[in-house]
């Protein structure tokens, strides 16, 4: 099978070719173009053809990871939406929970509703807690509010009823008479988010009907623009799972996307690891924009729910922390005349100074050129040649207004980056009870090994593990996941009631779904593997704790609740033996491997030699001239001691002084201490 993968970032599109036939890995990188995120995936495919002489019928899956469905809630560009939900709830979603991130703030401010109230209608109907209905949903009453929608200038209906979850017989008949008289994109909770709690489950739906008809053009657009490229190829989207998803098959799903951009990543540093025999990492993806971290230990951390922007998102989402600190970061000083780096970007248009494209502001990349640790004349393996004038020009801007030398500035500036990098993954390590220092760290995207060892050293961390490819590194992640459901459903049963059968029919039930919905998209039934979780809590309590369960097991209650009292005892230090338990919500992840592809190899077996010498301005503030070597030319077990660096096509790594680099068969290296 011959495989493409597409990542967007906000500075550039990564591309990567794995070819059965003869194998081969190709890698490919083209400025990105936010303002239609098709043309760069595009031209980006065709030149990885052209370059691998690949013809483009004999590709056989093309699988994208996107930011558009993020973009679109970080600048608020989403659909206008409609919500219909029961009377009395039309105010929900702007009520919502009593979070303050600022407890202590006088003025607590929120992010605005996606709807305006104008834009709510209340539906006079009511279904009960059991699932019986109160107040029956009346053809005149549908009418009414298809007449109030049509009054409505939208995109897109979120329906969104009372206990739906339990039984969605008003909201499928509002579905179905919505969607065939109005012509435009209606969602309905039962199928977005068949969850209790209502102010999540009202907000998800409507967030998927904002997002729906944005993602929906742009995956239409990109599907037929590939077609013309790899007429023969089935396309694939990232979710924010992890896993991935036909994309004819993303209707009523875009909220799925949401973090579709950064869980690539995290898949690729994952199977990076994981080949190498090391199952506790600390993935960093250091691109030209962002900086994303997880934490993985044993398996990668798909959390039921997470935010952007300070919207809820209650969908299955890889555990991955995200801040404003990549190579395109900008340098600023404050009233005070305190250095900040981030979360500002230059982006690729104008980018960097160092670019000579128009950008004014110093940035991470030209700090790193200032101080020698980037090649001007090999960035991008030499197709996009910077200039050092210009990136000392806008670092030197700063070092007067600061009072010190261009060189200082510039490590100043990489010192911030690297803090700022450092804090988050404090985050998810520290503020969890987890000691970075026990896990290695996995560094890609352009300028992930560049600053690699500055992270690693300021948390303790002694071991570093540097991808074959740290530039397509996320777009390597893409071609190696799984097709992947997620399914939910609330059940609430207590220690009082005789639930065993209700859950396991539940369960069953769920099962078809995820069988049913992975045979759709191609996946051999034979291939499909399926997981049982259940959301439980002692009674009285208001979160939930997941607990795994054997798939299939016959005293699934009795299973589930001695794994929920160990897992509470663990997160919390004490269990609650008399307090009844409730089981919440039950869910079923269901995977299907796509295929198994060609892993990478490092076949030299002469020592490569320096190819030349470079200044380099060490973290203390001294010069040392420092041997450079290419990566490709290094032997395999061939060990390059600090202060180093070591280039290749898609990043530069940086070896400091006391660090050693070893070139790994796999083609990774490994980056240690020299005294551990």
């Keep these: 099978m011959n495989v493409i993968g597409v990542d967007v970032g906000g500075t550039f599109t990564d591309i990567i070719l794995v070819r059965e036939n003869p194998q081969g890995h190709f890698s490919h990188k083209v400025p990105s173009t936010p303002e239609a995120q098709e043309t760069a995936v595009i031209k980006g495919i065709r030149e990885i053809l052209e370059m691998s002489g690949t013809e483009g019928d004999r590709v056989d899956l093309v699988v994208h990871g996107t930011t558009v469905a993020t973009n679109a ?34 003025m607590a401010s929120r992010p605005e509703p996606l709807v305006r109230r104008e834009m709510r ?34 995109d897109a209906v979120a329906v969104a009823l009372l206990f739906s979850y339990v039984n969605p017989a008003h909201e499928m008949t509002l579905l179905r008479e919505l969607g065939e008289s109005t012509g435009r994109y209606v969602v309905a909770s039962s199928e977005v988010l068949p969850e209790f709690r209502e102010f999540e489950r009202i907000s998800t739906t409507v967030l998927e009907a ?41 209707r009523g799903r875009a909220i799925g996307l949401a973090l579709s951009g950064l869980a690539g990543g995290v898949m690729g540093a994952w199977e990076v690891a994981r080949n190498a025999g090391i199952t506790r990492l600390i993935s960093l993806d250091m691109g030209g924009t962002s900086c994303d971290v997880s934490a993985i230990d044993g398996g990668v951390v798909v959390r039921a729910d997470n935010e952007v922007a300070g919207l809820p998102l209650r969908t ?92 200082d500035a510039a490590l100043g500036i990489i010192r911030i980056s690297s803090h700022n990098m450092m804090q ?11 000691d970075p ?44 996941s799984d097709l992947r459901v997620d399914l939910m459903q609330t059940v609430l049963i207590d220690d009082a009631t005789t639930g065993g059968d209700t859950v396991r029919m539940t369960f069953e039930r769920l099962d078809d779904q995820a069988i049913e919905s992975l045979t759709a998209q191609g996946a051999d039934p034979d291939r499909i593997v399926l997981e049982w979780r259940i959301d439980m809590r002692y009674k009285g309590q208001s979160h939930e704790i997941t607990v795994y369960v054997p798939y299939e097991s016959r005293e699934v209650l009795e299973e589930a609740r001695r794994r929920f009292e160990e897992r509470h005892e663990a997160m919390y230090g004490y269990t609650l033996g008399d307090r009844p338990v409730e089981w919440v919500t039950l869910r079923v992840t269901g995977t299907a491997r796509w295929s198994s592809l060609p892993a990478h190899t490092h076949t030299v077996t002469e020592p490569g030699e320096p190819i030349s010498v470079r200044e380099l301005v060490l973290p203390d503030g001294s010069d040392v001239d420092a041997d450079v070597y290419r990566r490709e030319q290094l032997a395999v077990g ?39």
Excluded at 449 to 477: K, M
């Design 121 to 154: 209608i209340g539906v006079h109907e009511r279904t009960g807690p059991d699932g019986e209905a109160i107040i029956p949903l009346t053809p005149d009453e549908i009418e009414r509010v298809r007449t109030a929608v049509d009054e409505r200038e939208s």
């Design 638 to 676: 061939q060990e390059i001691a600090g202060p180093a660096l070591v280039e290749q096509v898609d990043t530069t790594i940086y070896l400091g002084q006391g660090w050693t680099g070893v070139q790994q068969a796999d083609a990774t290296m490994f980056v240690r201490r020299r005294d551990s």
């Design 316 to 407: 299955p989402s890889v555990d991955v922390k995200t801040i404003g600190a990549g190579g395109g970061s900008i340098a600023w000083i404050d009233a005070a005349g305190v250095l900040h780096v981030g979360p500002q970007s230059a982006g690729a248009d104008p980018g960097p100074a160092a670019y000579n494209l128009g950008g004014q502001d110093a940035t991470v990349t030209d700090a790193n050129l200032v101080i020698g640790r980037l090649n001007p004349y090999y960035f991008l393996g030499g197709r996009l040649e910077l200039s050092p004038r210009m990136a000392k020009r806008a670092v030197s801007r700063l070092a007067k207004e600061l009072g010190m030398s261009a060189e």
């Design 424 to 434: 988050a993954i404090r985050e998810v390590t520290v503020e969890r009870g987890q």
């Design 437 to 480: 220092r026990d896990y290695v760290l996995v560094p890609f995207g352009g300028a992930g090994p560049t600053q690699a060892v500055d992270i690693a050293e300021a948390l303790g961390i002694r071991a570093i593990l540097v991808p074959p490819s740290p530039g397509i590194t996320s777009a390597l992640g893409l071609v190696c």
């Design 73 to 106: 809630m970080l600048q608020r560009s989403g659909a206008t939406v409609v919500l219909v939900t029961t009377e009395g709830l039309e105010d929900v979603i702007e009520i919502g929970r009593q979070n303050r991130d600022e407890i202590y703030a006088r």
């Design 210 to 250: 904002y997002l729906g008809p944005v993602v929906l053009g742009y995956l239409e657009r990109l599907g037929r623009a590939i077609r013309e490229v790899c007429p023969n190829a089935t396309v694939t989207i990232m979710q924010s799972n992890g896993g991935t998803r036909l994309v004819t098959r993303t």
